[in-house]
Structures are given as C-alpha cells and as structure tokens.
C-alpha cells in the first residue's frame, strides 16, 4: 500500500510538469486580422438583468467592425429585456448593429440556435451574457480562420478574481481547467472548450447538424459541438488560443451552493459523450482525489505512513502551485502561495462533491431543473 502512494507522489508530479512543459512550449504568433468582413457575436441569456450593462459596454469596447451582435432571450422571468431595449435605444453605431431574438425554444442551446439562424456572417463568435471581453477579443480569434481547413476556434476563460477564498479557488480551479484543456488540443485529443469564448463557421454548424442529438441536455452547447466537428472534419479543423489578449473573464460564483450547482451541470454530462479518451480522462483526476483522500489511513500506519503520508501531500501541493502559478502567470494573474495551498487541500473533496451531484443527475440552474425538459 506504502509502494503505491509513493509512487503517486511521483507520478503526479511528472504529469503536472509535462503538461507545464507543453503550455510553455506552444506560444504562437499573435496576428491580428484587419476589418474585412461583418462577423456575427452571439450572446444568450437569462436572467441576466444585473450582467448586461457590463457585456453590453464591453462588447462596444471590441475593436473589430463591421460587427452584428445578436443577444439571444432564453425566457428571462425578470428585467433582462427591458433594460437591455433601453441600452440598445441609446446606441447609434455605424458599423456595428445591435438586436434583441427571442430564443426558438427552451435552454441555451435553442437560443444559439436561434441567433445562428439570423446570422448575416459566415463567422460566429458566442460568449456569455456575464463575461468580459478584451478588446481585440474578436480580431484575434477570427484571424485563425484564415487558414480554410479551420473550422472552429477555441479560447480561454477564467473566472474574475477576488481577495476571498472562494474567488480566489474558482480562479485557481479554472487554471487547471486551462491547462487541461491545452494540453488536449496540443496533443491533438481535445476533451473540452468553453462556449463564453468560442468562435465557428456557420456553415460547419450547419453541416454537422449543430445540436441534433444532443439538444434535451441542458449543457454541453461546446463540447458537443467540438467533437462533432472534430468527427466530421477531423482534429486539424479545430485550433486553441491560449494567449492573454483572447482571455475572456466571467463571473465568479457568489456562493459554494451556486458552484456546486454550475460544476455538478457540466459533470453530469461526461458520460454522454460516447467516448473511451473523454471517459477515461474524466474518471482519472477522480481516482487521484480519491486517492489522496484515502491516503490519510497512512496516518495509523506507523513511522513509514507518516513519511509517505507527507511526501504524497507535499508533492501535490508543490507541484501544484508549480504549474497553475505559471498558467495564472501567462495571464498576469497573481495568487499568493497560502490560497494555491489551501485549494490543494480543498480540492480533493470538493472534487467528490461535484462528483456524487454528477451521479445523483439533479441540480438548478438560473431557475430551471435537470430533470426539466428543453
């Protein structure tokens, strides 16, 4: 038992660094693609009343024109609309137009759907109604499609920070999401994306049937569609941009219950990807939790647990803050080395947590319930 523990002690520490090593070796060329052609953003929501003023003056802020932004209602039951008409009321733009759709259905998936259909370009970019975007956010992710076999583009997201432990977990969390998701595009098995920073050909969209197959789930707007494209068009169709001018900031969770509530969303979906890479990959960082978990029984094993015991928990927690300081780093994001710690320690049990809701397939979101159906 002493053997096994030891040699997790090694094991994950040598993971963490390939994959450290693998973030830090494909920086790429930032290029940025001049005013061309329109390209459509696509924003649903729900209610979001307190959110949009700020994705509504960040979206103003992007520096790309021509630009059709499309804010998608997914049946907001409070003032999202009316304060979204007056922001809009006040906009006089040349080169960028403004519209409010009402989604064709139920859930975040009908509303892309809905803004798809009314997009005037062949370029689609989606974010989330409580995020912020960079400036040259759209420049930047649309310049990779200038090579024609891409046919979606993936980028990082990372939730805003904070002086408390919980935002400051949340941002350390989405680190290791980061990471993890560059290293499957970099070895050209991508598991993940995020729909808040996403971008796609319409006609890809179009093509692979969009979210026929998989529309009565409530998330996985992203992944779905990620491997549908990687399917039909193969893996050189996708690209990942992990640099900081594309990083799109969201909003953290006010509360563990709503954290739980969003993480226990997107889990409940692993098993339905049909996938051998996808499940093993997700079952695998809950074996090493459970493993860390279980190794507090070394404590009643003696001198040598004790040793063992240390030696598992320092190269965890050293490792670590070794590779998510440098992923929170290439983003100009400093976290002191007590709150990476304390994540360290959390992290295995509130990984069991997210897990048991995932298997228990029950949650709320934004006023709806799993066990509704879209």
Same mark, same amino acid.
């Given at each position: 038992?002493?053997?096994?523990?030891?040699?997790?002690?090694?094991?994950?520490?040598?993971?963490?660094?390939?994959?450290?090593?693998?973030?830090?070796?494909?920086?790429?060329?930032?290029?940025?693609?001049?005013?061309?052609?329109?390209?459509?953003?696509?924003?649903?929501?729900?209610?979001?009343?307190? +959110?949009?003023? $700020?994705?509504?003056? @960040? *979206?103003?802020? #992007?520096?790309?024109?021509?630009? /059709?932004?499309?804010? =998608? +209602?997914?049946? $907001?039951?409070?003032? @999202? *609309?009316?304060? #979204?008409?007056?922001?809009?009321? /006040?906009?006089?733009? =040349?080169?960028?137009?403004?519209?409010?759709?009402?989604?064709?259905?139920?859930?975040?998936?009908?509303?892309?759907?809905?803004?798809?259909?009314?997009?005037?370009?062949?370029?689609?970019?989606?974010?989330?109604?409580?995020?912020?975007?960079?400036?040259?956010?759209?420049?930047?992710?649309?310049?990779?499609?200038?090579?024609?076999?891409?046919?979606?583009?993936?980028?990082?997201?990372?939730?805003?920070?904070?002086?408390?432990?919980?935002?400051?977990?949340?941002?350390?969390?989405?680190?290791?999401?980061?990471?993890?998701?560059?290293?499957?595009?970099?070895?050209?098995?991508?598991?993940?994306?995020?729909?808040?920073?996403?971008?796609?050909?319409?006609?890809?969209?179009?093509?692979?049937?969009?979210?026929?197959?998989?529309?009565?789930?409530?998330?996985?707007?992203?992944?779905?569609?990620?491997?549908?494209?990687?399917?039909?068009?193969?893996?050189?169709?996708?690209?990942?941009?992990?640099?900081?001018?594309?990083?799109?900031?969201?909003?953290?969770?006010?509360?563990?219950?709503?954290?739980?509530?969003?993480?226990?969303?997107?889990?409940?979906?692993?098993?339905?990807?049909?996938?051998?890479?996808?499940?093993?990959?997700?079952?695998?960082?809950?074996?090493?939790?459970?493993?860390?978990?279980?190794?507090?029984?070394?404590?009643?094993?003696?001198?040598?647990?004790?040793?063992?015991?240390?030696?598992?928990?320092?190269?965890?927690?050293?490792?670590?803050?070794?590779?998510?300081?440098?992923?929170?780093?290439?983003?100009?994001?400093?976290?002191?080395?007590?709150?990476?710690?304390?994540?360290?320690?959390?992290?295995?049990?509130?990984?069991?947590?997210?897990?048991?809701?995932?298997?228990?397939?029950?949650?709320?979101?934004?006023?709806?319930?799993?066990?509704?159906?879209?």
């Amino acid at each position: 038992m002493l053997t096994i523990y030891f040699l997790l002690a090694i094991l994950y520490p040598v993971l963490l660094g390939r994959m450290k090593a693998i973030w830090e070796k494909s920086q790429r060329p930032i290029q940025l693609k001049g005013p061309s052609e329109m390209v459509t953003v696509i924003i649903p929501f729900r209610n979001e009343a307190e +959110n949009l003023p $700020s994705i509504y003056r @960040s *979206v103003r802020a #992007l520096n790309y024109r021509p630009l /059709q932004v499309l804010f =998608v +209602n997914d049946c $907001s039951e409070d003032d @999202s *609309v009316f304060i #979204l008409s007056k922001l809009l009321a /006040q906009t006089n733009e =040349v080169d960028m137009s403004f519209e409010i759709l009402h989604a064709q259905g139920i859930g975040k998936k009908s509303a892309l759907h809905t803004g798809i259909q009314h997009a005037c370009s062949e370029i689609i970019l989606t974010t989330d109604a409580d995020c912020d975007l960079p400036v040259f956010w759209v420049d930047l992710m649309v310049s990779s499609f200038i090579e024609k076999e891409v046919q979606l583009v993936a980028g990082p997201v990372i939730s805003e920070g904070g002086t408390d432990f919980l935002r400051r977990f949340q941002q350390i969390e989405w680190a290791s999401v980061l990471l993890a998701t560059h290293t499957g595009f970099a070895l050209r098995k991508p598991l993940m994306c995020s729909g808040a920073n996403l971008a796609y050909r319409k006609s890809a969209f179009l093509e692979v049937d969009g979210y026929i197959g998989n529309e009565h789930i409530m998330s996985g707007d992203d992944e779905f569609l990620l491997k549908k494209v990687i399917r039909h068009f193969g893996v050189e169709s996708v690209r990942y941009i992990k640099e900081e001018e594309v990083l799109v900031l969201t909003k953290a969770q006010a509360s563990w219950s709503r954290l739980f509530s969003q993480k226990v969303r997107w889990a409940s979906k692993w098993k339905l990807h049909q996938s051998a890479i996808h499940s093993f990959s997700s079952i695998l960082p809950v074996l090493f939790q459970l493993i860390f978990l279980s190794s507090f029984v070394l404590l009643s094993q003696g001198k040598q647990g004790v040793i063992v015991f240390c030696f598992l928990w320092g190269a965890k927690m050293i490792s670590e803050y070794w590779s998510l300081s440098f992923v929170l780093g290439s983003f100009s994001i400093n976290q002191p080395r007590w709150s990476v710690n304390l994540t360290s320690i959390f992290h295995p049990i509130y990984v069991m947590r997210v897990v048991f809701g995932a298997l228990l397939g029950k949650f709320d979101w934004k006023g709806r319930n799993s066990l509704d159906k879209p």
